[in-house]
Structures are given as C-alpha cells and as structure tokens.
C-alpha cells in the first residue's frame, strides 16, 4: 500500500508519459463552449440537468451530461451522456451512454494510472472492501507511528544517526533508525489521512445516509453540497463559457481542471470551476457564476454552504494526503518520503526476523517478505507492458491487471524455484532492471513518439521519464550482477549479534 501510494503520487504524470503527451498543457486553455454547446443539442433534454466537465491522461476533454437516476443496484447514480473530443480540433473522440459508475473510469488512454492508483485506493478489490481494508491498514500504521513516537527516546538525536559500515547488523539498524526518525511526521499523517478518507466514502457517508437522512441520499448530498439559492425552471441562455472561464482564472490565478454547470440553460443555472491550489496555499477553490448573466456568486465550501472548519480539515485531508498542494516539488518530496517508509518497514521486519533464523516458519516467512518485495514492483512493470502491448486492441482496462497478476505469479513461481536467497535477490534485480530499462522502448515500438519527434516539438517531460526509468533500471541491474561479490564483503565484514556492543 505504500508503495503504491508513493507511485500514485505521479499518477497525472504516468498517465500523460504512458501516451506520449506529458506536455500538452491545461486543455482548459482552450476554447470550450462552442463544442459543448454543440453537444449539449444532441443530448436528451433530461440529461441537461448536470454537466461535469474535465480532461484526461491523453489531453481530451471529458464532458458528462446527466441526470440522478437509481442503477442496478439499487443506488443513486448519475445517468447520461459521456462525450470525449480533442479540445484543440474539437474532434469527437467517443460518445458513450449509461451510468456513471460504468463510465467513470471506462477510458482506455488513462487504464495504466487508473490501475495504480486503484491498486493503492482499493487494492484492486470490489467497493466497499477494498476501502475497507484500505482503512484499516491505515489505522494500524497510525497506531504504528504514534507508538514509534511514545517509544522514541532518542527521537532529536536520531535524526543524525551515522551509520557504521563495519558491523552489516548494526549497520542496517542504524539506517533503519534514521529512515524512522525522518519519516515518522509523515508516516502518522499519510497513514491518519490515508484511513480517514477510506472510511468517510466508505463507511461515514452511508451510515449518516442511513441515520440521519432514513436512507434519503438526495437529502444527504443537498445538505453536504447545498442547494440553489433559488429555483427557476424557466428557460435562459446560458452565458459564454468561455468568458466565465477566464475571469475565474484571473480571480484563482490558475487555469481550472474542471467545470460543472448544474441545470443547463435554466433560469437557475449555475457555473462552477474548480481551481488548482494557488502559490502559497494548500487548497484549491470552487468558484461559482450565475448561469444567465455569468455573475460572480464567490468561492463556495466543498462541503456545506458556508466555510467552515469541517470544510477546511476535509480539504487538508486531501491536500496532505496526495501531496499534490506545490505541484512538482511536493510531489517528489511526497514520493521519496513514501520510498523512505517502504524501507523503514522493510528493514524493520528483516531485523526483527535475523533473530528467528533458526526456525523454518520464520525464514519461509523471510523469503515471502523477499518475494513481496521485489514481486510488487516487478508486477507493476508487467502491469506496464500490458498496456502498451494492448494499445492497439483498446482493451488496455482488460489486459493492464492481467498482465500485473500474470508477471506476479511469475514473480512467485521463481521465488518457489529458486532455493538460494543470494541468487533469488540478484535474479530479482536484474529482473527488475530489465523490465524498467524495457519500457521505454516498449513505449515507442507500441506507436508512442520516439524522442527526436519528443524533442523537436520541445516536449522533454516524456524523455525525462524515459530516462529515470532507464538510470533506475540499470541501476538494479548493476546490484543484481555484482551482489554475490558484495554480499561476501559484507559477510566477511559484519558480526554476529551475539558479538555486538
């Protein structure tokens, strides 16, 4: 879970790598109204009761025309229209009709980052479990990291630990320690976040549905969300979007990532936009225009209709969470503090295991903890080379966890065959790089632009990826091929832990 996390960090930026397009700007920039305008005649007239409107990995605007509808399960849903077109040709991508919980999510160009970040929501299990799950994990490292502090006596003078390369067990204690002390800030607020926002979608919002509201969702969502300031269901023509939509980029600062307009060319119309986290802050804002005059009606709570410290702690939750709130600085530090833990827990259970290396339990449970190690990264590039491979069938949200969970079992089956923990780990490695060093080129053989095309049209973002993944490919290919050599040393260095100090 956190490994994946860490990896969904940069889930926008996988997504926009995995078509070959990381710098095609906010499509926002562009001029909107006309097209919607354009498909918002073709549409039946119900489904003009919402409009959501955003983009996807591959640059395309995504525009939901919908009504509330109950679905085959017997749940409130959103059903309607889903339209997808270019936003610099206004070229019709797709049109797709049915509930939104079938087509949120149904788009072939973003499967790969989809796939990610639902291994790291949801562990790829069905709704509610996998929130479930997900929730309790984070309370227990919430439980973890709160302990880690209480315990902590040394917590200041932790923070600058050296570690002592002439004992390998004290040694790797002493980077266990210093990865702890860095992270634990962290760890308690990924892991408090991370639980909170798996049981409020999961488990709060049902159960207040449920006791508050009788079981009455559109009452729940009215008062979470709040309703018009007045009702008009006479016809008038909507205001220019375009135009609503610049003078809320001048008043935010930013252009928006998405839009929605609630009852489409009624008197009572409404416009909504919402803006990225402005420089300095560490959330962003939902603007709103009166739909018939383009009136500016302020900046409107996420939840409730007026600001409140619900509403501030639910967005920070968000914000703390992704780590998302200064863009690509954030991001990384986020990713490398996420990498930092997924060490922490590592070497922590390989320390509390070199104890119990005598007793067979521990030591299968030693080589799961090896395969899992190295198994999930592998089969998150098999997931990887499932998409590329299936890009020109357009079943990439078929074959993406087919192929994770196929390279897993193969990831298994060796770590089952190979009996030796030395050859185990470098055939892991070199393993890994292989498949890291691969990708790119995969990705231009599959029809994505090679990096002559990339840079001529000044796109640098796609062969920077290209080239992290190659560097961190080769760099475990390096480990895999000189660990025997550097496994002796180390052995030939360290001692026992009945000889230590």
């Given at each position: 879970?956190?490994?994946?996390?860490?990896?969904?960090v940069?889930?926008?930026?996988?997504?926009?790598?995995?078509?070959?397009?990381?710098?095609?700007?906010?499509?926002?920039?562009?001029?909107l109204?006309?097209?919607?305008?354009?498909?918002a005649?073709?549409v039946?007239?119900?489904?003009?009761?919402?409009?959501?409107?955003?983009?996807?990995?591959?640059?395309?605007?995504?525009?939901?025309?919908?009504?509330?509808?109950?679905?085959?399960?017997?749940?409130?849903?959103?059903?309607?229209?889903?339209?997808?077109?270019?936003?610099?040709?206004?070229?019709m991508?797709?049109?797709?009709?049915?509930?939104?919980?079938?087509?949120?999510?149904?788009?072939?160009?973003?499967?790969?980052?989809?796939?990610?970040?639902?291994?790291?929501?949801?562990?790829?299990?069905?709704?509610?479990?996998?929130?479930?799950?997900?929730g309790?994990?984070?309370?227990?490292m919430?439980?973890?990291?709160?302990s880690?502090?209480?315990?902590?006596?040394?917590?200041?003078?932790?923070?600058?630990?050296?570690?002592?390369?002439?004992?390998?067990?004290?040694?790797?204690?002493d980077?266990?320690?210093?990865?702890?002390?860095?992270?634990?800030?962290?760890?308690?607020v990924?892991?408090?976040?991370?639980?909170?926002?798996?049981?409020?979608?999961?488990?709060?919002?049902?159960?207040?549905?449920?006791?508050?509201?009788?079981?009455?969702?559109?009452?729940l969502?009215?008062?979470?969300?709040g309703?018009?300031?007045?009702?008009d269901?006479?016809?008038?023509?909507?205001?220019?979007?375009?135009?609503?939509?610049?003078?809320?980029t001048?008043?935010?600062g930013?252009?928006?990532?998405?839009?929605?307009?609630?009852?489409?060319?009624?008197?009572?119309?409404?416009?909504?936009?919402?803006?990225?986290?402005?420089?300095g802050?560490?959330?962003g804002v939902k603007?709103?225009?009166?739909?018939?005059?383009?009136?500016?009606?302020?900046?409107?709570?996420?939840?409730?209709?007026?600001?409140?410290?619900?509403?501030?702690?639910?967005?920070?939750?968000?914000?703390?969470?992704?780590?998302?709130?200064?863009?690509?600085?954030?991001?990384?530090?986020?990713?490398s503090?996420?990498?930092?833990?997924?060490?922490?827990?590592?070497?922590?259970?390989?320390?509390?295991?070199?104890r119990?290396?005598?007793?067979?339990?521990?030591?299968r449970?030693g080589?799961?903890?090896t395969?899992?190690?190295?198994?999930?990264?592998?089969?998150?590039?098999?997931?990887?080379?499932?998409?590329?491979?299936?890009?020109?069938?357009?079943?990439?949200?078929?074959?993406?966890?087919?192929?994770?969970?196929?390279?897993?079992?193969?990831?298994?089956?060796?770590?089952?065959?190979?009996?030796?923990?030395?050859?185990?780990?470098?055939?892991?490695?070199?393993?890994?790089?292989?498949?890291?060093?691969?990708?790119?080129?995969?990705?231009?053989?599959?029809?994505?632009?090679?990096w002559?095309?990339?840079?001529?049209?000044?796109?640098?973002?796609?062969?920077s990826?290209?080239?992290?993944?190659?560097?961190?490919?080769?760099?475990?290919?390096?480990?895999?091929?000189?660990?025997?050599k550097?496994?002796?040393?180390?052995?030939?260095?360290?001692?026992?832990?009945?000889?230590?100090?």
């Open positions: 879970m956190i490994l994946t996390g860490a990896v969904a940069f889930a926008d930026e996988i997504g926009a790598w995995s078509i070959g397009d990381a710098e095609a700007g906010n499509p926002f920039a562009s001029p109204d006309a097209p919607l305008r354009k498909m005649e073709d039946a007239v119900e489904y003009r009761d919402d409009v959501d409107v955003y983009y996807n990995s591959a640059g395309h605007i995504v525009a939901f025309f919908h009504t509330h509808a109950t679905n085959q399960v017997g749940q409130l849903d959103d059903k309607g229209v889903m339209f997808e077109f270019d936003p610099t040709t206004t070229k991508v797709s049109r797709r009709e049915g509930f939104g919980s079938e087509l949120y999510g149904a788009d072939p160009a973003g499967a790969l980052d989809s796939f990610l970040v639902d291994l790291h929501v949801r562990l790829h299990l069905p709704d509610p479990w996998g929130l479930y799950l997900t309790i994990l984070g309370l227990m919430t439980a973890a990291a709160v880690g502090f209480l315990i902590h006596r040394h917590l200041i003078k932790d923070l600058f630990v050296a570690p002592r390369p002439s004992n390998l067990v004290l040694f790797a204690r980077r266990h320690v210093l990865a702890g002390s860095w992270t634990l800030p962290f760890a308690f990924l892991a408090f976040t991370g639980s909170f926002l798996s049981f409020a979608v999961s488990l709060g919002l049902p159960v207040v549905g449920a006791t508050a509201f009788g079981g009455n969702q559109m009452a969502f009215e008062t979470l969300y309703l018009p300031d007045y009702e269901s006479g016809t008038a023509p909507l205001v220019d979007l375009d135009s609503v939509t610049a003078r809320s001048e008043i935010a930013s252009l928006p990532t998405g839009l929605a307009i609630h009852h489409w060319a009624r008197a009572d119309a409404v416009v909504q936009l919402y803006h990225p986290p402005a420089a802050t560490l959330r603007h709103s225009f009166e739909g018939k005059t383009g009136r500016f009606l302020g900046s409107k709570p996420d939840i409730g209709t007026a600001p409140s410290i619900g509403d501030t702690a639910f967005g920070l939750m968000f914000a703390l969470h992704f780590g998302d709130f200064a863009g690509t600085a954030s991001k990384v530090i986020w990713f503090l996420g990498l930092a833990m997924c060490f922490l827990t590592v070497t922590g259970l390989q320390l509390w295991l070199r119990y290396e005598d007793q067979p339990l521990w030591r449970f080589r799961a903890l395969i899992l190690v190295y198994g999930l990264p592998i089969a998150m590039t098999g997931a990887g080379y499932a998409y590329f491979l299936s890009l020109s069938t357009n079943e990439t949200l078929f074959w993406t966890p087919i192929g994770f969970l196929v390279v897993a079992g193969l990831a298994i089956a060796i770590g089952l065959a190979v009996r030796r923990d030395l050859a185990l780990n470098r055939a892991y490695r070199l393993m890994l790089g292989a498949g890291l060093i691969a990708l790119p080129l995969l990705r231009m053989l599959s029809g994505g632009p090679a002559p095309e990339l840079l001529a049209m000044g796109n640098t973002a796609v062969v990826f290209d080239l992290l993944l190659i560097i961190a490919g080769t760099g475990f290919v390096i480990a895999g091929t000189g660990l025997t550097s496994h002796r040393r180390a052995r030939y260095a360290s001692k026992t832990l009945s000889e230590e100090p």
